[in-house]
């Protein structure tokens, strides 16, 4: 089998990896400063450049043209997995993308206007760079799929909810593989899992049986956990006022770009730049963090009636171990500690890579 290439496409943004048909990881590729006026950022493993990158049909050509010349042309790829942040209440498991999946996920577009439509656009772009190659549509949203409705539904009218209100759940692709991560160790996967993906976006999930019974985030990445730029879970009431006094615009921006770590901290969103100041708001930034981790995990342990491990993923969760050290302190009356305790490498990419590869079989 051929190479399978994973695609994360963002508003200004592509990333590419290169996968082999084991699934090990042979190059990574990104353009950024999409559509600036000034010159982009090209990078083909170590080798950059700055060129002019108008939009993303662009960035695709300076890309592949790239990769071509790293041995990866476009005969290398047996097909191409793609990163979707939302499915909607619909789609709920990967896909190979045809007209009517392609039409779903622009459908989508108005719960994740900063994502899908520029994943919709790398879909299409790749479709005329690269026509007949497969592609996979692996979506964020689709591991949460599993949690039951009472965990879904707001208790907002039923017009709210049939047009699309309700819980949702985000870092779906590093939950999944997460879940194959301990799998693959050999060991049993521990039958209630508390996972933690900490990083500049965070959330947590209570995750039964290796499937998702319940998560932080909601209707979008925004609710749940302190996260780096993010508020977090904030009463819908103050962000109405909020936005009756300043705006809807600047309100969304607010919450969105400049709370979170970086709002209490006045500092930074870099979870290592706030502990190195070492100021007073950076410490309470740092303890805002731990404490709505482990007052949220209450809630995830109430939906699994308890935990037998925890796991920690992300920037933060993998890179931080005096996070980790607290927060599971802090836990130690549920029975979790450092022998029930794991750090597990962030693999999304890798994720889209399995998915596309077990689809492709399938076609």
């Not at 559509?35 to 080798?47: D, N, P, T």
């Not at 029975?335 to 962030?346: F, K």
């Amino acid at each position: 089998m051929q190479n399978i290439l994973v695609i994360n496409a963002g508003s200004s943004s592509i990333k590419l990896a290169v996968f082999s048909a084991t699934l090990e990881p042979l190059l990574t590729a990104q353009a950024a400063g999409i559509g600036s006026s000034a010159a982009g950022e090209l990078q083909i493993g170590a080798q950059k450049s700055a060129p002019a990158v108008p939009d993303h049909a662009a960035a695709f050509q300076l890309l592949l043209k790239g990769l071509a010349a790293q041995g990866h042309g476009p005969d290398s790829f047996a097909a191409a997995g793609h990163r979707v942040v939302h499915g909607g209440a619909t789609l709920t498991q990967p896909l190979a993308v045809t007209a009517d999946v392609l039409a779903q996920i622009d459908a989508c577009s108005h719960l994740a206007p900063l994502h899908n439509p520029h994943n919709a656009t790398a879909i299409r772009s790749l479709m005329q760079l690269m026509p007949g190659m497969p592609q996979i549509a692996c979506f964020d949203t689709a591991f949460h799929a599993t949690c039951p409705e009472v965990a879904q539904r707001y208790a907002v009218p039923q017009d709210w909810h049939a047009e699309g209100i309700r819980r949702y759940g985000f870092h779906g692709l590093s939950y999944a593989a997460l879940v194959r991560s301990l799998r693959d160790s050999g060991a049993p996967l521990p039958r209630r899992l508390l996972a933690c993906h900490l990083g500049n976006g965070a959330s947590l999930c209570a995750i039964l049986d290796g499937q998702s019974v319940a998560t932080t985030m909601g209707y979008s990445p925004l609710e749940g956990l302190t996260m780096g730029t993010r508020s977090g879970s904030i009463d819908a009431s103050a962000v109405l006022d909020r936005a009756e006094r300043h705006g809807i615009s600047a309100t969304r921006a607010d919450l969105v770009h400049r709370s979170g770590l970086l709002g209490l901290s006045g500092h930074s969103h870099d979870m290592r730049a706030i502990q190195q100041a070492g100021t007073p708001p950076a410490r309470f930034a740092v303890d805002h963090f731990c404490y709505w981790i482990v007052r949220h995990a209450g809630s995830m342990l109430a939906a699994m009636q308890g935990a037998d491990a925890i796991a920690f993923t992300g920037g933060i969760g993998e890179n931080a171990p005096d996070i980790r050290e607290r927060v599971v302190r802090q836990l130690a009356w549920a029975g979790l500690g450092p022998e029930n305790t794991h750090v597990i490498p962030a693999q999304e990419e890798r994720q889209i890579a399995l998915h596309t590869r077990d689809i492709l079989a399938t076609l």
